[in-house]
């Protein structure tokens, strides 16, 4: 299965954009940063594309996750990473494991 394109519409001087990075570079993925006070065109698009004016704007494929704040409420509730394309966490995977073994033992 192909990496989905991920995209990260940001400014140089974004908080919300630093963090919104930080959090994909920790899950190892790539993603485009398109730096919209570098380029109006850019910006135009970014306005577009998502119907908001705020940065960071954050697209994987062609599903528009939002700012920071939509992408980390994503990756609390655990739906960031199928989105990315990677398996799940190895806390899940160990719960989700536990709870088959659970099921298939003696009553």
Known sequence: MPSPRI???STA????CVRAKSLLHGKAVKYEE?????????MLEMIQRSNRRTVPQI???DFHVGGFDDMAQLEAYG???PLLGLEPHNDEAAFA?????SEDGPT
């Open 13 to 16: 001087m974004c908080p919300y």
């Open 97 to 101: 494991h536990s709870a088959d073994a």
């Open 59 to 61: 697209f994987i494929d």
């Open 7 to 9: 995209v990260v519409y």
């Open 79 to 81: 739906e960031l990473d």
């Open 34 to 42: 398109i730096r919209v006070d570098l380029d109006r065109e850019k």
